[in-house]
């Protein structure tokens, strides 16, 4: 059984792009997480949907970031224009609950490297 | 005060001892925690997950929890150099997980 899977893994780019990371949940799961990670600040949720809507958009540092969910198999996390701040590890989380309660567990993507020069 | 809080370590333990990997939370009314292992460059791995006090047995990982007091522990026994690694606690909260930010582990030959 696939696991959630990211692309692309590493992503280079230049100040001022637009980023589009993807991310694809474990089949069945209801629940997506977008994460960030540095050094400085850990584990940092962005933003989470269930059932493709979504739910908590608290973490997003700002309007330069957005996320969408089209469907049940599908997810993309936005950045534009691009920092060098912005540089990261953005890893994607599934669970197979979510608002109604359960154990809640998540198993994460991979994630992708970003590094915005 | 921070929602979920560890010690960042690093914490040493000679192979073969048990380690000891603790964490508080602030929310009472959080009712799941689980236990993440991040190996550097990897992503966050569920190794465990509790929701009842007391002690909740995995071969040779033990999560112990007591509500009362707010604390969460993982004891690592036997361990192996393989066991090294950054330990992330997390603590549901609605619909959401709230990460500490982890405990490195080296555990030396």
């Known amino acids: 059984d696939a696991g959630v899977i990211q692309s692309p893994r590493h992503e280079v780019t230049e100040m001022g792009q637009e980023v589009t990371l993807r991310c694809k949940p474990i089949?069945?799961?209801?629940?997506l997480f977008w994460y960030r990670q540095t050094m400085m600040r850990g584990l940092e949720l962005l933003i989470y949907?269930?059932?493709?809507?979504?739910?908590?958009d608290s973490g997003m540092p700002e309007d330069r970031f957005s996320a969408k969910m089209p469907n049940a198999s599908f997810s993309t996390l936005k950045i534009q224009p691009s920092e060098p701040r912005d540089s990261a590890v953005y890893f994607c989380a599934s669970s197979p609950r979510g608002l109604a309660g359960g154990n809640n567990e998540q198993f994460f993507g991979p994630g992708t490297r970003l590094t915005v020069l | 005060q921070k929602e979920v809080e560890q010690n960042s370590g690093p914490l040493s333990v000679p192979e073969g001892a048990i380690a000891s990997l603790n964490c508080t939370y602030s929310?009472?009314?959080?009712?799941?925690f689980f236990w993440y292992r991040q190996y550097s460059g990897k992503s966050p791995e569920l190794i465990m997950f509790i929701y009842s006090n007391g002690d909740k047995e995995d071969g040779r990982f033990t999560a112990q929890l007591n509500k009362a007091s707010q604390y969460v522990s993982l004891l690592i026994r036997d361990s192996q150099p393989s066991d090294s690694a950054t330990y992330l606690c997390a603590v549901s909260q609605g619909g959401k997980l709230i990460f500490g930010q982890g405990t490195e582990l080296s555990v030396k030959p």
């Open positions: 949907f269930n059932n493709n809507v979504p739910i908590d």
């Open positions: 089949s069945g799961h209801n629940s």
């Open positions: 929310d009472r009314g959080s009712q799941s």
